[in-house]
């Protein structure tokens, strides 16, 4: 990795310990909750950003990955195989230790699948879903796509939601933690609550340091040229069709990593997670941080994630949203800190810069 290059990863990564730091000296360890929530969210962004900004592909369905992730990782690591325990297929899991017990609420004893066999089933299952619908959704264009990958998004929803396995309008409660190492879990517990912060900024980071590689990759000089021009890269030998392909599935699998972490943190999933409005503020997000700058999407996903969450938009949280959709579309196409945004604004700044310079004595 070229400090030049990707020199922000590395900021980053000291600027949220910094923070952290910061919490505990001025006793605000309450921030860290919401800021490992919106870590999560800001995942699926990030993901979102490389498809929407670099693919060129309008995706109103990533709530759904987001949601399938979480929900199939819950009810692996919920669904009781105790009266399934002498059953051939059940005996052999057990004896290959992909199985644990615990104790539910009321002291009696579930046996479900392993945390990491539940979390890699459940990515799996997304990448192919992904890998299926992408095909004959990525061949529309403009708002052709975007009404295809929404139908598929409350298909999602409704089957969570009227589907009796997944808790219906309750969803699924009491999952328990993810225990990646020996005394290192992803829970909501308060001892875990540093850790936990930085477990899931340690995902966004090493996110990060993928996606930017990616884009300067000679994939992702395609994936531009393709966003630039589709029809002159396909004519360049560029094959488009598969790198859409890649690009849709690689951000549906960000999308269900960050519901099956944020599930186990929270120990819980409910429907709303799938809904409509979840997949337009991920939109949203990426249009207002520039729909072709990672960071822009990470800053904006962080700090409008952050506001939600914290309560400060009230009962109007989801109008603050479509209004930011709204408003960007109409006066900032490229998003508050899109590249041209950036561009016109160090051009004014060095024209000022020069006149105070020739103005001096």
Same mark, same amino acid.
């Given at each position: ?158 089957? $969570?939601? #009227?589907? +009796? ?9 009491? !999952?328990?933690? @993810?225990?990646? =190492?020996? *005394? ?103 249009? $207002?941080? #520039?729909? +072709? ?9 962080? !700090?409008?994630? @952050?506001?939600? =969450?914290? *309560? ?50």
């Amino acid at each position: 990795m070229s400090l030049k290059k990707h020199g922000g990863v590395l900021v980053l990564a000291l600027l949220v310990v910094v923070i952290q730091l910061l919490t505990s000296w001025t006793d605000t360890a309450y921030y860290l909750t919401q800021l490992t929530m919106s870590a999560y969210y800001s995942l699926v962004i990030i993901g979102l950003c490389l498809l929407m900004g670099y693919a060129g592909q309008l995706s109103l369905g990533h709530a759904g990955f987001f949601a399938m992730g979480g929900y199939l990782s819950a009810l692996g690591t919920t669904f009781d195989l105790t009266p399934h325990r002498l059953k051939t297929p059940v005996v052999v899991m057990e004896k290959m230790r992909l199985l644990v017990t615990r104790k539910d609420l009321y002291g009696g004893e579930i046996l479900h699948l392993q945390p990491w066999l539940s979390c890699l089933i459940a990515v799996a299952v997304v990448v192919v879903i992904a890998y299926v619908i992408a095909g004959p959704v990525l061949k529309l264009k403009g708002h052709y796509l975007a009404m295809a990958t929404l139908g598929f998004g409350i298909i999602v929803f409704r089957v $969570v939601l #009227g589907a +009796a396995i997944f808790g219906e309008a309750d969803g699924l409660t009491e !999952v328990p933690p @993810f225990v990646l =190492l020996p *005394g290192l879990e992803v829970s909501g517990r308060l001892a875990a609550k540093v850790p936990n912060y930085y477990i899931a900024w340690g995902l966004v980071i090493v996110g990060m340091w993928a996606l930017l590689n990616l884009v300067d990759s000679r994939a992702g000089r395609a994936l531009k040229a393709i966003h630039a021009a589709e029809e002159a890269a396909e004519a360049m030998g560029v094959d488009t069709a598969r790198f859409k392909l890649k690009i849709f599935v690689l951000s549906a699998a960000f999308a269900s990593v960050a519901g099956i972490f944020l599930t186990h943190y929270n120990g819980g999933i409910g429907p709303s997670e799938a809904s409509v409005i979840k997949s337009i503020r991920y939109v949203a997000i990426v249009a $207002v941080g #520039g729909m +072709a700058n990672l960071w822009g999407s990470l800053i904006m996903g962080v !700090v409008l994630n @952050f506001l939600s =969450l914290r *309560g400060y938009f009230g009962s109007f949280d989801d109008a603050v949203f479509g209004a930011i959709l709204i408003f960007i579309m109409l006066f900032a196409p490229e998003g508050l800190l899109g590249t041209q945004v950036l561009r016109k604004a160090r051009m004014i700044f060095r024209r000022r810069r020069r006149g105070v310079t020739d103005a001096a004595p």
